[in-house]
């Protein structure tokens, strides 16, 4: 029997027995090897924000030899993480992670950062976890560690091993914490002078406080306010009135490092209700841009906010689960945008806006509502304002690069409390490669409308 191996692109036929022993001879040599010189593992940088990439190198193993590459993590709510790659070094004892070919693990193929985007709770971890960073205020740590052969490595001593740093908040971001007028929420500044174009972000129906991507968004030049809107603990819209959104936007615009006219808003799922809202509808609200990931524009008219739950609570019987027992909730989506006047008057948005959907999102019909968004706006005479982004294998869950996907992961229903597992969808591999190519394309879009100005005064 015959298999073929790459090393460095270059293919090689052997015999299956051939392997195998070329396998033991390396081993062999590689313990002679450990009495004389140790393998030798980098990783540049070793402390990076996380949308940065990360190159990992291994050295002085003997030519022909087979390793694992491991990255662990373990959260803050003390679960473990871990992505690993099998590879072969080259002629030289090299293994490069940016280089070359990863014969199987958590990922395969040639990619650079498969250590961070694919991981995944260890064996036996409890089930449906999300890894997200609570404390921005500390790097989130990753050991990476290089062990011989390919297989029961984890009962191994690593045989070297690299502690890397990934950070949300930069050097000099300054964190405040903001209790006024009844808003809650986090704002965070870039380093320097400024002043600086602002966001209000807002994340989705999950509730609570989620800081880490404004804290990246300051890091990358946007004074961006962490919005609380939905309490996590109770689960209740106790923060949905229209007023308390246009408060918080103003705290924003107002803040003596903010350009007054430079402010956009950048919402995920519920949240992009909030952003299509205030740019309609408000007097107060004038944003310059308007991102919205997982794109929803339902919005019962004359309502609260507040109404949003009572509108999909109404249709709560098109949810249904799958073969694994996964909660979807797109049939309520489907349901509630059949009733024209349960939505968002997007045709009255006068700034550019960026929608980021994903094709394989099982959470809501994100798709379908960009395109009624984009049918509005066409039919408005402003197609020119809309730009969409839509990626094929990719869920609902869009998170900043590199981060892991989540297919499915453990959610609290506003309505009656009951734990349930929501389906995200999305594949992994597809849906990494959207999260990155997404953000590139998002700060793109807002250094296009809040930055590219003659006017621009920023001292970065």
Same mark, same amino acid.
């Given at each position: 029997?015959?298999?073929?191996?790459?090393?460095?692109?270059?293919?090689?036929?052997?015999?299956?027995?051939?392997?195998?022993?070329?396998?033991?001879?390396?081993?062999?040599?590689?313990?002679?090897?450990?009495?004389?010189?140790?393998?030798?593992?980098?990783?540049?940088?070793?402390?990076?924000?996380?949308?940065?990439?990360?190159?990992?190198?291994?050295?002085?193993?003997?030519?022909?030899?087979?390793?694992?590459?491991?990255?662990?993590?373990?959260?803050?709510?003390?679960?473990?993480?871990?992505?690993?790659?099998?590879?072969?070094?080259?002629?030289?004892?090299?293994?490069?992670?940016?280089?070359?070919?990863?014969?199987?693990?958590?990922?395969?193929?040639?990619?650079?950062?498969?250590?961070?985007?694919?991981?995944?709770?260890?064996?036996?971890?409890?089930?449906?976890?999300?890894?997200?960073?609570?404390?921005?205020?500390? %790097?989130? *740590?990753? #050991?990476?560690?290089?062990?011989? @052969?390919?297989?029961?490595?984890?009962?191994?001593?690593? =045989? +070297? $091993?690299?502690?890397?740093?990934?950070?949300?908040?930069?050097?000099?971001?300054?964190?405040?914490?903001?209790?006024?007028?009844?808003?809650?929420?986090?704002?965070?500044?870039?380093?320097?002078?400024?002043?600086? %174009?602002? *966001?209000? #972000?807002?994340?989705?129906?999950? @509730?609570?406080?989620?800081?880490?991507?404004?804290?990246? =968004? +300051? $890091?990358?030049?946007?004074?961006?306010?962490?919005?609380?809107?939905?309490?996590?603990?109770?689960?209740?819209?106790?923060?949905?009135?229209?007023?308390?959104?246009?408060?918080?936007?103003?705290?924003?615009?107002?803040?003596?490092?903010?350009?007054?006219?430079?402010?956009?808003?950048?919402?995920?799922?519920?949240?992009?209700?909030?952003?299509?809202?205030?740019?309609?509808?408000?007097?107060?609200?004038?944003?310059?841009?308007?991102?919205?990931?997982?794109?929803?524009?339902?919005?019962?008219?004359?309502?609260?906010?507040?109404?949003?739950?009572?509108?999909?609570?109404?249709?709560?019987?098109?949810?249904?689960?799958?073969?694994?027992?996964?909660?979807?909730?797109?049939?309520?989506?489907?349901?509630?945008?059949?009733?024209?006047?349960?939505?968002?008057?997007?045709?009255?948005?006068?700034?550019?806006?960026?929608?980021?959907?994903?094709?394989?999102?099982?959470?809501?019909?994100?798709?379908?509502?960009?395109?009624?968004?984009?049918?509005?706006?066409?039919?408005?005479?402003?197609?020119?304002?809309?730009?969409?982004?839509?990626?094929?294998?990719?869920?609902?869950?869009?998170?900043?690069?590199?981060?892991?996907?989540?297919?499915?992961?453990?959610?609290?229903?506003?309505?009656?409390?009951?734990?349930?597992?929501?389906?995200?969808?999305?594949?992994?591999?597809?849906?990494?490669?959207?999260?990155?190519?997404?953000?590139?394309?998002?700060?793109?879009?807002?250094?296009?409308?809040?930055?590219?100005?003659?006017?621009?005064?920023?001292?970065?």
């Amino acid at each position: 029997m015959r298999c073929l191996i790459f090393v460095r692109g270059r293919q090689w036929l052997t015999a299956r027995p051939q392997l195998q022993k070329s396998v033991c001879t390396c081993l062999r040599q590689l313990s002679a090897m450990s009495e004389i010189v140790y393998p030798i593992l980098s990783v540049s940088p070793t402390r990076a924000m996380v949308d940065e990439k990360i190159k990992v190198l291994v050295e002085n193993l003997p030519p022909g030899c087979p390793v694992t590459v491991r990255s662990v993590h373990q959260s803050e709510d003390k679960d473990c993480w871990e992505a690993y790659g099998h590879y072969i070094s080259d002629h030289r004892g090299i293994v490069s992670v940016s280089e070359d070919l990863s014969f199987g693990g958590t990922y395969s193929g040639i990619e650079p950062m498969g250590l961070l985007w694919s991981m995944r709770p260890v064996p036996g971890s409890r089930k449906g976890l999300r890894l997200r960073k609570l404390n921005i205020r500390t %790097p989130m *740590l990753v #050991d990476i560690s290089v062990y011989s @052969g390919h297989e029961d490595f984890t009962d191994q001593t690593p =045989l +070297a $091993s690299v502690l890397t740093e990934r950070w949300y908040m930069a050097p000099g971001v300054k964190r405040i914490e903001i209790q006024e007028e009844r808003v809650r929420g986090t704002l965070f500044i870039p380093p320097g002078p400024g002043p600086f %174009p602002g *966001l209000l #972000d807002m994340w989705g129906g999950g @509730g609570g406080l989620l800081e880490y991507r404004s804290a990246l =968004l +300051a $890091s990358r030049g946007y004074a961006s306010l962490a919005l609380e809107y939905l309490s996590a603990d109770e689960h209740r819209p106790t923060k949905m009135e229209f007023s308390y959104f246009e408060t918080a936007f103003s705290i924003v615009k107002e803040h003596p490092q903010v350009m007054a006219d430079r402010v956009g808003i950048f919402g995920l799922s519920l949240g992009s209700v909030v952003a299509f809202l205030l740019a309609a509808e408000s007097t107060i609200v004038k944003p310059r841009c308007i991102v919205c990931i997982s794109s929803n524009n339902i919005y019962p008219r004359k309502k609260t906010l507040k109404g949003f739950f009572d509108e999909v609570y109404r249709h709560s019987d098109s949810i249904h689960a799958d073969e694994n027992d996964f909660v979807i909730w797109k049939g309520v989506g489907l349901a509630v945008m059949e009733d024209t006047q349960a939505r968002v008057n997007v045709g009255k948005i006068n700034c550019p806006m960026l929608l980021v959907n994903g094709l394989d999102d099982q959470n809501w019909p994100s798709v379908e509502a960009g395109q009624e968004v984009a049918t509005v706006m066409s039919a408005e005479g402003k197609e020119h304002l809309l730009s969409k982004l839509e990626y094929p294998g990719t869920g609902h869950l869009i998170e900043p690069p590199f981060s892991p996907h989540f297919r499915a992961t453990n959610f609290i229903m506003h309505s009656n409390k009951q734990k349930v597992t929501l389906l995200w969808g999305g594949q992994t591999k597809p849906h990494s490669d959207a999260q990155e190519d997404a953000w590139k394309k998002i700060l793109s879009f807002l250094q296009l409308h809040l930055y590219c100005s003659p006017s621009i005064t920023a001292k970065l």
